[in-house]
């Protein structure tokens, strides 16, 4: 069972940035797709971006492209989500995502484990 936890959220001003981490103990992911979501209160959950495992190509919502950037760390344990210029509307909990397969994110709709979700706040 993979176990999944994310850090890096908390209290930034409109226009700042955050580094969340999605890390996993004593199993590399390189060859789990690794996606994050967001769910804002009252709305829907929406994917926000995914690396695949085999080509660490990458996907992003219209919403943050050219703001957000997901990468893998080099040692492989811990995907990362750069998130800069935050907008209020980016409030929302985060939560990574994982699914073992070679399949590229577009492919991808459902994935096999999530952690508990980091809360990101965008306020003044």
């Known amino acids: 069972q993979l176990q999944l936890v994310e850090s890096g959220g908390g209290l930034v001003q409109p226009g700042g940035s955050l580094r969340l981490s999605c890390a996993a103990s004593g199993v590399t992911l390189d060859r789990y797709a690794i996606a994050w979501y967001r769910q804002a209160p009252g709305q829907e959950r929406e994917g926000v971006s995914c690396?695949?495992?085999?080509?660490?190509?990458?996907t992003y919502a219209d919403s943050v492209k050219g703001r957000f950037t997901i990468s893998r760390h080099s040692a492989k344990t811990t995907v990362y989500l750069q998130m800069n210029n935050l907008k209020p509307a980016d409030t929302a909990v985060y939560h990574c995502?994982?699914?073992?397969?070679?399949?590229?994110?577009?492919?991808?709709?459902?994935?096999?484990?999530w952690g508990q979700g980091i809360r990101v706040t965008v306020s003044s």
């Open positions: 690396i695949s495992s085999t080509t660490s190509s990458t």
């Open positions: 995502e994982a699914r073992h397969t070679s399949f590229p994110c577009r492919n991808l709709s459902e994935f096999e484990y």
